[in-house]
Structure formats: C-alpha cells, structure tokens
C-alpha cells in the first residue's frame, strides 16, 4: 500500500479539503492504485537529468521581453464585490479570525 | 436563409448582404434552442452581447466598410475562459454565479476580428476530465455518435461545432483536451505551442500545461480562428514573442517530400482495432500524397501518463487554492475561517476534481517532493528530448488521437485511472510544450469518428496545419 488512511488526513488537512468517510476511503484506494502506476517511472534512471521546469525556450521567454512598468488603471472593484459572497464594500468580510 | 457554416460561407452572406449578421445569430440561437436540451453542450447563452456585436457588424455592412475577417461569425466559447459580464462556471458548482470582470485576451482578439460570441459551453469540472461526464451540469451528448461521451474535458465545445450550433468554438488543452473530444466528435481541432495563445482570461488548471485552441467544421478554418488568437500578449509573461504565420498561405504547395515519422510507441497494446485500420489507412493516404513516411522512436512514451499525472494535480492543487469562499463562488458558513475554507471547498469541487487535489497535494508535500513532483519534472525533459530528436529527422510525426473510438456515457466513470492511460496519445505533446491537431479519419466500424493527429515541433504550426489540409482535402474523413 502506497498511501494509507493518515495520509490522506493528513493531505486534505494541507489542502483545507473537507471529506466525507466514504470520499476518504475511496479516494485512498484510487490514489493508491495511480501511485502505484506512477512508481513505474523509477525504472528509469534520471540522476543526470535536469528537470524541466520551464517549457518555452530562453529566447521566447518574459525575461527577454520584459516589460515597461507602467501604472494602468484597473476599476473593477466595485464588479469584483459584487459577485462576492460575503462584501463590505471596499472590503470582503470573512469569519474572525483573531480573538481579541 | 440558408445555413451557412463555415467562416467563409457566414462572412460571404454576411458582405454580400444575403443575411445579416442578427439574422445569422438569430438563426444560430433558434438551432440551439431546438437541440440543447438533448445535447446539453451550451450551459450559458449571450443573447444581448451576441446581437450587439452583430449589430456592429451589420453597421459596418451598411456603411460599406472593410469587413473583419471573422465578420459575424458565430463562435462559442469553453466555460473555463474568462467572458466579461458572462457567467463562467469552469463546469463547477463552487463557480456556480462567477461572473467575470474582465475577457480572456482569446475572446477579445475574437471580438475584435468580428466574431459574434454566442455562449459558453460544458466542459469537465475545471477541465479535469476525458468524457466531459465530471460537469457539475451534466454530460454532453456525442452529436456524431449517439448514446456516446463527446469526449474531455472541452466536450461541449466540439459538440456544439459538430451539431452546427457554432461555426467554430475556442476550448482548452491540458493533456488532450481539445484533439481527443474534435476526435471523438468528427471535426478538427487544435492546440497551438505551448504559449502561442495567450492564456490570459483563462482559468488555471496546470498553468505549464495549459493552452486555448480551436474546434471548427474544416482545417482552413481551424488555422484562421488560431491565427487570429495566436500572438504576444503582454498580460500572459509566457506568451511567445514568435511571429505568427499566415497559416492558410501554405495550403495550396502539395506536402510531396514532406517527411513524417511514425513511432511504434502509438501503436502498442491497448488500441481499438478499429482506430487502428483507420490510422493505417490515414498514414496510407500521405503516403500516397507523396510524404516519405519512416520510422522514428520516442522511447519514453510509456511514461507520459504518470510523469503528466503528477505535473498536472501538482499544478492543479495549488492553483485551485483560490477557491476558498471568500472572493467568489457560494460559502459554506461556518464559524471559523479555516472551517469556512474546508467546508466551502468540500461541498463545491466535485469528486475528480478533490481526487486530483488529494494527489497532487500528496506529490508536494514533504518527503515525496523529490519522489514524486521532480521525478515527474524528469521525466518530462526526457520525453521533449525524445521529442527534439525527432524533429531532427522529420518534419511531422503521425500519431492516431486517441486508442479507443468514442465510448459510452457512465462506461468508464468508475475507474479513473483507466480513463487516465486513454489520454497516453495525447499528453506526450502536452508534455512536451508541441502544436498538435486531430484531423477526422474515417470511422471505426463506420460509425465511431476516429482522428488522426498530427505533431509538429515548437511553433510548427503552419507545417501541422499544412499537412492536415492536404490530409482532409484527399478525403480523410472518408476513411
């Protein structure tokens, strides 16, 4: 076994995901069956491989098109609260989260 | 009025004063009120922006102005792209009343060349999927094969095209995306290079994967609309600076010589013998067309499907963070802010989509970073350097799209990773930052659209195209 019950506590603890007990076990059981597909890329030998973290070429890249800083104005706010669950124009209001 | 569906036939009525461009979308509305319900492909219409921008181009008819190159065309868009004033869903509840402030950078450049955006379609959750059957509204009904998934994540953007609801429709391409549901669908459809499209305005699911492309009913006009969307964008810092080509200025020279290698790895077990007649008898017709067709090898196929699993819920876990109840999207209330962002994201995403979190999370995090997440990042070098080789020899590589023909709705929805090794064609080119099409091939057992794809090396779209235009135009689709 791969990935075990804690693991996936554990991990939808980081993720701030709640799940039911019958997610947590299925989702175990299918994550452990793709981990263990996906421990088939240790037949291949890759110590001297660099990972590739970037995938356009340096020369189409932003670095080599960095642009002006310019000030653009942006008046959205008031839209973007709109959709909001919970606004308090110019704020969005959320559960308290430091006791005084 | 006639029905007119294709770029060039739309823009020719419309300047020629045969229809108006209102009465096109008019036109186009009433086909999709008659058949959505079955096909369930739009799940957001745009009437009044529809006919305002058709009223724009009519303003120009009659003013005797030049007309844009996509004058009244309709075209619909994936709901996972940014439409200012357009409820955007991603096919997820937890964006169930999102609308956006603001237009991708694809919908605008459409816009601006003419087109006339109709509505937004159904899609996977946060295009998490290969079926379409993980929306949060419902599946899409296949229109060229009944009874059948349309193929994912941006189902509902090829079925709209293919059931001509839409002349052409913008979708996403993260592991397959686009080419596998215009394969299953019966129509093309493109990915662009990595970064030959702006992805501004589009919503992230794994931002070194992802890449907005077109479906459309002819190759010709899946190279317009890319042409039309493809370039810089200074809103995207990975947009490519590469000047884009006039595609189409290619499709008259025959692609005699040209060279096309063909890699055993995508021709292994697991392939539906039906696709494969077809793709044998599609590799066949290039030959025939005079393309020297050789053997190339690509050694590292066999691992895409877990290097691409663990780069893509990597990225995904983290990008989706943002949905969290506070910004956008119902809340589930609870007393404290962490309850609140546990709860929210709970009851909002979609059981693939807490799936792909899970995992990609679990990659991540500390003592399986280096075991997990920079493995995969390995194994993605290795498999572009496959790649670059290639492209050392040949000018385009002739894969078929997909290993199975469009299968049954509810057929594979319990089993999630067998629906992640069908996208074994697909996610390589992904992975590797290529352009790549699915063209039509024929049909399996002469009912199940099969495609062929077609991979090109970075920022080849205009050979990719160039030989899928010859490829439709000798009767591929006839296979």
Redesign the interface.
């Known amino acids: 076994m791969k990935?075990s019950r804690e693991?996936?506590l554990?991990?939808?603890e980081?993720?701030?995901?709640?799940?039911?007990e019958a997610?947590l076990e299925t989702?175990r059981a299918?994550?452990d069956?793709?981990?263990e597909?996906?421990g088939?890329?240790?037949?291949?030998d890759?110590t001297n491989?660099?990972?590739?973290?970037q995938?356009?070429?340096d020369?189409?890249?932003?670095d080599?098109?960095l642009?002006v800083d310019l000030v653009v104005p942006c008046a959205?706010a008031d839209?973007?609260l709109?959709?909001?669950?919970?606004p308090e124009p110019p704020y969005?209001r959320?559960?308290?989260?430091i006791e005084r | 009025m006639s029905t007119p569906s294709t770029i060039s036939s739309v823009r020719e009525s419309v300047a020629g004063k045969k229809a108006s461009a209102w009465e096109v979308a008019a036109e186009y509305f009433k086909r999709i009120a008659a058949r959505n319900g079955e096909l369930n492909a739009y799940l957001t219409l745009c009437e009044e922006r529809a006919y305002k921008q058709a009223d724009r181009v009519d303003a120009l008819v009659a003013a005797g102005k030049p007309l844009p190159p996509l004058a009244g065309v309709p075209i619909a868009v994936k709901d996972v792209i940014s439409t200012r004033g357009v409820r955007t869903t991603c096919g997820s509840k937890i964006l169930s009343?999102?609308?956006p402030?603001?237009d991708a950078t694809a919908v605008s450049r459409l816009e601006a060349a003419g087109a006339v955006i109709l509505g937004k379609t159904n899609c996977d959750e946060f295009a998490m999927g290969s079926s379409n059957e993980n929306s949060a509204y419902g599946p899409v009904q296949n229109p060229a094969a009944p009874g059948c998934v349309p193929g994912g994540s941006s189902g509902g953007s090829a079925a709209v095209v293919a059931a001509d609801l839409a002349v052409a429709s913008l979708g996403t391409d993260t592991g397959g995306s686009i080419r596998q549901p215009g394969s299953f669908c019966g129509i093309p459809a493109m990915m662009g290079s990595?970064?030959r499209v702006s992805r501004y305005g589009l919503i992230a699911f794994a931002s070194?994967l992802d890449r907005i492309g077109p479906f459309a009913r002819n190759v010709a006009d899946v190279a317009t609309v890319l042409k039309i969307i493809a370039g810089?964008d200074?809103y995207d810092?990975?947009s490519?600076?590469?000047p884009v080509e006039d595609y189409a200025s290619s499709f008259s020279k025959p692609v005699k010589g040209m060279k096309i290698g063909i890699a055993k790895e995508y021709f292994g077990a697991g392939m539906d013998s039906g696709v494969r007649e077809k793709v044998t008898a599609g590799i066949e017709l290039l030959r025939k067309l005079g393309c020297q067709v050789g053997d190339i090898q690509l050694p590292?196929t066999?691992?895409a499907?877990?290097?691409y699993?663990?780069i893509a819920t990597a990225e995904a876990?983290s990008n989706l963070?943002r949905y969290?109840?506070?910004?956008?999207?119902?809340?589930v209330?609870?007393?404290?802010?962490?309850?609140?962002?546990?709860?929210t994201?709970?009851?909002g995403?979609g059981?693939e989509v807490?799936?792909r979190?899970?995992?990609g999370?679990?990659v991540l995090?500390a003592g399986y970073y280096d075991a997990?997440y920079?493995?995969?990042?390995?194994?993605?070098?290795?498999i572009?350097e496959d790649f670059r080789k290639a492209f050392g020899q040949v000018d385009a590589i002739v894969t078929p799209t997909s290993p199975v023909p469009p299968f049954k709705l509810g057929e594979r929805v319990n089993d999630?990773?067998q629906m992640?090794l069908a996208d074994i064609y697909t996610v390589t080119g992904s992975?590797a930052?290529l352009p790549g099409i699915s063209v039509p091939c024929g049909c399996a057992g002469g009912k199940l659209p099969v495609g062929l794809q077609i991979f090109g090396p970075?920022f080849g779209e205009a050979q990719v195209l160039h030989l899928a235009h010859a490829f439709e135009q000798a009767g591929g689709a006839a296979l």
């Open positions: 990935i693991d996936v554990r991990v939808a980081l993720a701030y995901l709640d799940l039911s997610e989702y299918q994550i069956e793709i981990l597909y996906i088939k890329l240790n037949e291949l890759t491989v660099e990972p590739m973290a995938v356009l070429a020369d189409q890249t932003a080599a098109t642009r959205v839209e973007v709109q959709h909001a669950p919970d969005f959320v559960p308290k989260v | 009343n999102y609308v402030p603001y990595y970064g070194s810089r200074p810092s990975t490519a600076t590469a590292h066999d691992y499907i877990a290097s699993y663990i876990s963070a969290d109840g506070v910004r956008f999207g119902p809340r209330e609870s007393d404290s802010l962490i309850s609140m962002y546990r709860k994201r709970g009851a995403f059981a807490k799936r979190i899970v995992l999370t679990y995090s997990y920079l493995k995969g990042q390995k194994v993605r070098a290795l572009a999630p990773l992640y992975l930052g970075a």
